[in-house]
């Protein structure tokens, strides 16, 4: 699976974005889709998570009611609205898909593949 991330930017504090990800294949080996995000010198961290099947959400508590994660089936393509964003939501986006059942959808470590990344910048 090949994930092609999209929709970076730069955008003042308190403005919007939306992040597409789209898989290059179909997606029935796919249980979850994710993001995280890594400022420079920090760890790469768990952002959102999506349910392929049933849709359920899983959000950090940094995020939870600015950030939106959907996905769109027909297209393979996971999103992820950003509203209100804060000077330190800075940093490289990456969307992840999990292809095994179980494990966390927390951990990085329990994806399987991985896209190239956007920058998001957060001006203040």
């Known amino acids: 699976v090949q994930l092609q991330a999209s929709g970076g930017g730069l955008v003042q504090a308190g403005g919007s974005l939306r992040l597409s990800c789209a898989a290059s294949?179909?997606?029935?080996?796919?249980?979850?889709m994710g993001w995280f995000r890594q400022a420079p010198g920090k760890e790469r961290e768990f952002v959102a998570a999506i349910s392929w099947s049933s849709g359920s959400t899983y959000y950090a508590d940094s995020v939870k009611g600015r950030f939106t994660i959907s996905r769109e089936i027909a297209k393979n393509t996971v999103y992820l609205q950003m509203n209100s964003l804060k000077p330190e939501d800075t940093a490289v986006y990456y969307c992840a898909a999990k292809v095994v059942r179980s494990g966390t959808v927390y951990y990085r470590g329990n994806y399987d593949y991985w896209g190239q990344g956007t920058l998001v910048t957060v001006s203040s």
């Open positions: 294949e179909r997606t029935f080996s796919i249980y979850h």
